[in-house]
């Protein structure tokens, strides 16, 4: 049972992890995108 309680803990914060660094991935692909309109506003 402690096993299980173990592993059930380690899953849940690999997941948790996970979904951390993909909200950072969206962010700073969000970023980007912001920084290359903002550019080709400015060239215009």
Same mark, same amino acid.
């Given at each position: ?9 380690? /899953? !849940?914060?690999?997941?948790?992890? $996970?979904? #951390?660094?993909?909200?950072? /991935? !969206?962010?700073?692909?969000?970023? $980007?995108? #912001? ?10």
């Amino acid at each position: 049972m402690t096993r299980l309680i173990a592993l059930l803990l380690i /899953a !849940g914060t690999a997941a948790l992890a $996970g979904c #951390n660094t993909m909200a950072g /991935a !969206g962010q700073d692909i969000s970023k $980007g995108g #912001n920084a290359i309109t903002n550019s080709a506003d400015q060239a215009k």
